[in-house]
T-cell receptor, first 118, second 115 residues
Framework: AQKVTQAQTEISVVEKEDVTLDCVYE???????LFWYKQPPSGELVFLIR??????QNEISGRYSWNFQKSTSSFNFTITASQVVDSAVYFC???????????????FGRGTQLTVWP | ETGVTQSPTHLIKTRGQQVTLRCSSQ?????VSWYQQALGQGPQFIFQ???????GRGNFPPRFSGLQFPNYSSELNVNALELDDSALYLC??????????????FGQGTRLTVV
């Protein structure tokens, strides 16, 4: 069963627009972690954020913010005032931590290609 | 930079050949995971090594094998290469404990092309 769904395959915005990337996850574990990674054309996955299942507080880091809602199993990512340098593929990922899970194993969504036009 | 380095960065192999990819993990990290990322897809978990032992495996055939060394660096070996093995192979290192997995930091990847 697919554990992480990123329904948006591609998004295009013009610079300075706000953009939200959606992520829906599925797990039976009570303890889990959610992640967002950025993958620029160079290929390396850049870690952006990690949240655990017991902390539903939204987080803001500069122009980035994350909205975690357990009730809807969603962990959405918003970029405010987007810039050309934000153009990349963004991946949402899930890691499960209950007994029987491989600690740190990441289940990735298929990614969302974000293009920001000048 | 994450401190995770992979070699080589690019590789071209012929179907049926064998390949070895290498990963040097970040200092202080005891866990290495390997992922395969096909074009246009998200990374798929191949396996994980924790303190030199395989600690979990994804849905990959036995011709995908690995090693972790005492310094926690790692190798991924693929035998009898098939065209579908063409992908970006990513290595991730993390500091895992018995109860909690840490953030995974990725290398730049090895792009393997099988012809």
């Amino acid at each position: 069963a697919q554990k992480v769904t990123q329904a948006q395959t591609e998004i295009s915005v013009v610079e300075k627009e706000d953009v939200t990337l959606d992520c829906v996850y599925e797990t039976r574990d009570t303890t889990y972690y959610l992640f967002w990674y950025k993958q620029p054309p160079s290929g390396e996955l850049v870690f952006l954020i990690r949240r655990n299942s017991f902390d539903e507080q939204n987080e803001i880091s500069g122009r980035y913010s994350w909205n975690f809602q357990k009730s809807t199993s969603s962990f959405n990512f918003t970029i405010t005032a987007s810039q050309v340098v934000d153009s990349a593929v963004y991946f949402c990922a899930l890691s499960e931590a209950n007994r029987g899970s491989t600690l740190g194993r990441l289940y990735f969504g298929r990614g969302t290609q974000l293009t920001v036009w000048p | 930079e994450t401190g995770v380095t992979q070699s080589p960065t690019h590789l071209i192999k012929t179907r049926g050949q064998q390949v070895t990819l290498r990963c040097s993990s970040q200092s202080g990290h005891n866990t290495v995971s390997w992922y395969q990322q096909a074009l246009g897809q998200g990374p798929q978990f191949i396996f994980q090594y924790y303190r030199e032992e395989e600690n979990g495996r994804g849905n990959f055939p036995p011709r995908f094998s690995g090693l972790q060394f005492p310094n926690y660096s790692s190798e991924l070996n693929v035998n009898a290469l098939e065209l579908d093995d063409s992908a970006l192979y990513l290595c991730a290192s993390s500091q895992n404990t018995y109860t909690q997995g840490g953030e995974a930091f990725f290398g730049q990847g090895t792009r393997l092309t099988v012809v």
